[in-house]
């Protein structure tokens, strides 16, 4: 009852503040979770995650707030996270618990970082952070538009794997919502035509080993053709954390369903590190089957780099090369939806179920209990990391202003 209570007052006095505002909006959410895990035997035998049972606590929540003008804007979105468990202790010279990794996901707040708007502290049961992973302005002209800061690059069909898009990690598995990574840098929005449509960016990072007072750079361009109601077309080309990147999506609508596909090559690193190409392609299809029924499948391959180790779950949220999912989501009442997704490892046999029942609880609040299953383990398990992979159930309570 305390959360709920200075949840409620913390709302009202952000929509008292967002009202005093000239041309501007103030909108967030707030969300605490819960949860109880058991750990894979495997992690504990083979990969010194000597633990069995652990609860995890997680507070997080966003501030986004906006300035509009007349052909341009200001926005910013401050994200605030705080986790507790016991996982997190130091265990040095052991390897550290990597369960937190899954638990958090994403971890990685802002994807291509020059700026450095974070702090973070932590102990031996505790992570907090305050990350501005939006701040960005916007002018709009013409047939352009010009963005310089920290933006978010949203572009991409994929909700389990999305491989065209490297700048914003797809969170369709993980029980954190209403997340996005920022990107530092500039975009320039061309409009080619009513039916084509450039993006350039150019982005900036410091967070790739070995820095030494030198950006990383990101040169990439975005496409889109509209050639039919039905048919859209995307390309994506460019340089990006020392890879060469060529790639595209294709979608096609029909009345109540869409299929798509994408693909992305990566050259070896463009330095003199070792390393090798790697190959995504992505299938998926998406239907409203009924007025209350909704499903998604999605199959993909993500060529597995032989040279990362067990953090590479970081950059996706289940470690696997060849995979299968099916998503459904149910409407038994306008108030209560059920969902479940089911995802599959088709060369190891790594079956993975999520279960979702969110409640809405009105004025802009929600519940929800879940539940995170590793239902087969496979046989002959080539990915390390899929034994880090836990059982899990809990329950959120979200609200939203």
Avoid at 131 to 142: I, P, Q, S
């Amino acid at each position: 009852m305390k959360l709920v209570f200075v949840l409620f007052i913390l709302i009202q006095s952000l929509q008292c503040w967002a009202q005093s505002l000239v041309d501007g909006e103030i909108s967030g959410n707030l969300e605490a979770q819960s949860r109880h895990s058991w750990n894979n035997q495997a992690a504990k035998d083979e990969l010194m995650q000597d633990w069995d049972e652990e609860e995890f606590y997680l507070f997080y929540g966003n501030l986004n707030g906006k300035l509009n003008f007349k052909n341009s804007r200001f926005e910013t979105n401050l994200f605030a996270r705080h986790s507790q468990s016991d996982l997190y202790k130091d265990r040095y010279p052991s390897p550290p618990y990597l369960a937190p990794l899954l638990f958090s996901f994403p971890n990685k707040l802002v994807a291509r970082d020059v700026f450095k708007l974070k702090h973070e502290t932590g102990d031996d049961n505790s992570r907090t952070e305050y990350v501005l992973n939006k701040l960005y302005y916007e002018w709009d002209y013409d047939e352009h538009r010009f963005v310089a800061g920290r933006m978010y690059i949203n572009y991409g069909l994929g909700e389990i794997f999305n491989p065209i898009n490297p700048f914003n990690q797809p969170t369709g598995l993980t029980a954190i919502s209403q997340i996005a990574q920022g990107n530092d840098g500039l975009n320039f929005t061309f409009y080619a035509s009513e039916k084509h449509t450039i993006d350039y960016y150019f982005l900036g990072d410091k967070t790739l080993d070995g820095y030494e007072n030198q950006i990383q750079k990101t040169l990439w361009i975005h496409g889109e053709y509209q050639f039919s109601n039905e048919l859209q077309l995307d390309y994506v080309i460019g340089e990006d954390q020392n890879r060469l990147k060529l790639g595209g999506q294709f979608r096609y609508n029909f009345s109540e369903a869409m299929v798509f596909m994408q693909t992305l090559f990566q050259t070896d690193y463009t330095d003199d590190k070792e390393s090798h190409p790697l190959f995504d392609v992505l299938l998926g299809y998406d239907q409203q089957l009924t007025n209350k029924w909704h499903i998604r499948a999605e199959a993909g391959y993500q060529k597995k780099n032989r040279f990362s180790g067990l953090t590479s779950i970081n950059d996706r949220f289940l470690p696997t090369e060849y995979f299968i999912a099916l998503a459904n989501q149910y409407e038994i009442h306008p108030l209560l939806k059920l969902g479940g997704t089911i995802v599959n490892d088709i060369k190891t046999g790594f079956t993975y179920l999520i279960m979702r029942n969110t409640l809405d609880l009105g004025h802009n609040t929600e519940a929800e209990i879940f539940g995170y299953l590793p239902v087969a383990k496979g046989s002959g398990i080539e990915n390390d990391a899929q034994k880090l992979v836990t059982t899990d159930i809990g329950v959120a309570l979200r609200t939203f202003f």
